[in-house]
């Protein structure tokens, strides 16, 4: 019983410490657990298993009385399709009640196990995760990124043979070759560059027929530092020289499986260069236009809402609350 006291708590310190959506996922994600493929079949048929169907990589979300992810028993589970791939771990609660995702696209209509949940429907996880409590889309996020790699990820990548899940989902593992292989999530630089009381936004190529700006954003390389890849990324979409690089905070983002990595960088010259083959326009605004923006206030200039980390980037920056 001591031990689950501290787990709480110590759960709770770390949901303190996250700011963002799609963060502060409360599941104990079982390690121990894992080990025993025999005992996952077995745990995902107790009576206290709650199964999250995803549909297309929509979750099941029940909107009443409160908007929050649609659990249900694990009954359904035999009359899926075989291709349906399994149900795939995601960790226990506090009770200790094990708590699986899986995913339903082979099946033609969903409304049937849609109905297995009191006013639950299928909805997209970016719409959803702004209404459901903050650590279910911690949650989302987690059940989402690994559904969406095991359905991208069938075959080894070594011979081409199809491989199977093990370890709850967490990796599979090739029955010709033996290579195991790991769902991946893939970093992402994201930041506002700044240079005294003025900031850089930009608009992608996909943007350009909007008034959408937002921070300056890539892949992070392999063989580099986030420093490095804040660097390089300005320089390559404004063409502008970048000094000090502080870190501000991440945020998992489901779509489908990065980590975006948000920073705040010292621009050392004024002198802005697009890079026209990926961006429409990257621009200086300043502070009293940003705070403007961020209260939708800013004539033909939209912001990312609170739901992305950028626009959290964006307003430590204005109202002085950033550690630069």
Not at 46 to 75: C, D, T, Y
Not at 140 to 154: I, K, M, T, V
């Amino acid at each position: 019983m001591f031990v689950g006291i501290v787990r709480s708590v110590a759960i709770g310190i770390i949901l303190l410490s996250y700011t963002h959506i799609f963060a502060g996922n409360p599941f104990d994600r079982g390690d121990h657990a894992r080990r025993d493929e025999d005992a996952l079949k077995k745990m995902v048929r107790q009576q206290n298993a709650r199964i999250l169907p995803f549909h297309n990589l929509q979750p099941l979300v029940r909107r009443s009385p409160e908007a929050e992810l649609a659990w249900i028993g694990h009954e359904f589970l035999y009359d899926l399709p075989e291709e349906a791939g399994g149900p795939k771990f995601l960790g226990l609660d506090c009770a200790q009640n094990p708590h699986f995702a899986v995913d339903i696209s082979k099946v033609e209509d969903p409304s049937g196990i849609a109905a297995l949940a009191e006013n639950g429907a299928f909805e997209d996880g970016r719409m959803a995760a702004t209404e459901i409590p903050q650590e279910q889309s911690g949650i989302l996020a987690q059940a989402r990124s690994n559904l969406n790699w095991h359905a991208q990820h069938r075959f080894c990548s070594v011979c081409g043979v199809e491989s199977q899940s093990y370890r709850g989902g967490l990796m599979r593992e090739c029955p010709s070759c033996k290579s195991q292989h790991f769902p991946r999530t893939d970093p992402v630089a994201i930041m506002l560059v700044y240079r005294g009381e003025k900031c850089v936004m930009g608009q992608t190529l996909a943007r350009q027929r909007s008034t959408f700006y937002s921070c300056l954003a890539g892949f992070m390389d392999q063989g580099e530092s986030i420093e490095e890849g804040v660097r390089r990324e300005v320089m390559e979409e404004a063409g502008l020289p970048i000094g000090k690089v502080t870190y501000h905070s991440s945020q998992p983002w489901p779509f489908p499986s990065s980590l975006m990595i948000g920073c705040h960088a010292e621009a050392l010259s004024d002198d802005i260069l697009v890079d026209t083959g990926e961006m429409a326009d990257v621009r200086w605004f300043t502070k009293e236009e940003v705070k403007l923006a961020l209260e939708h206030k800013l004539e033909g200039v939209n912001i990312p809402g609170p739901i992305a980390i950028a626009h959290h980037l964006i307003k430590a920056w204005a109202t002085g609350t950033a550690n630069i």
